[in-house]
Structures are given as structure tokens and as C-alpha cells.
């Protein structure tokens, strides 16, 4: 059974910095894409980040170069560097695999 499982969500001031961890268990092949979704109170789920095996990225039009995502195919395991971090970046952010598998989401608050 595949499962995703994120850490690294926190409370942080506004301008600070977080860096949050997915890894995968119960895979055999390894996983075609991986990313970062994220839902903030009364909203809809929207992405954050993509990247595919061989490394390629895309971003939600509002991260504008303060976050990187990045992968180690080797540990089945997904990453979110996020920088500049802003009140409104307040959500869970849930790791995604293949369109299909999700993790259970970590919080990320950002509140002076």
C-alpha cells in the first residue's frame, strides 16, 4: 500500500523561510511526478509545485521564484523549499504522486 507522508509544516513570522519533506513508502517503480498542492481555509485546493522524474518543474503562478521543489528518486521523496513566506501562504499543503496518491497534509501558518 503507497503511502505519502509530509513533515516540516510550522508556524512562521512572515519573510521566514520553511522546507517541507514527502516521502513515499510502498512503492516498487518509483513515481512519474510528485508535487506540493496546498488548501487554505474556504478555498479550493490549488498547486503549488510539479516535478517530474527527470527533474522538469512547474509552478502556481503566485509562488514567483519563492519556492523550489525538488526530488531524490532514489528515496521515493519530494521536497518544498519555500522562501519569503507571506500570511497568505497560510494552508495545508499536501503531497501529491501520479495525480492519483495524497498525502494527509501538513499545516503551514504564517502569522506574525
Known amino acids: 500500500q503507497v503511502q505519502l507522508v509530509e513533515s516540516g509544516g510550522d508556524l512562521v513570522q512572515p519573510g521566514g523561510s520553511l522546507r517541507l519533506s514527502c516521502t513515499a513508502s510502498?512503492?516498487?517503480?518509483?513515481?512519474?511526478?510528485m508535487g506540493w498542492y496546498r488548501q487554505a481555509p474556504g478555498k479550493e485546493r490549488e498547486l503549488v509545485a510539479v516535478?517530474?522524474?527527470?527533474?522538469?518543474?512547474n509552478y502556481g503562478d503566485f509562488v514567483r521564484g519563492r519556492f523550489t521543489i525538488s526530488r531524490d528518486n532514489a528515496k521515493n521523496a519530494v521536497y518544498l523549499q519555500m522562501n519569503s513566506l507571506k500570511p497568505e501562504d497560510t494552508a495545508i499543503y499536501s503531497c501529491?504522486?501520479?495525480?492519483?496518491?495524497w498525502g494527509r497534509g501538513t499545516r503551514v501558518t504564517v502569522s506574525s
Open positions: 516535478i517530474s522524474r527527470s527533474g522538469r518543474t
Open positions: 501529491n504522486a501520479d495525480s492519483y496518491y
Open positions: 510502498g512503492i516498487i517503480f518509483g513515481f512519474n511526478t
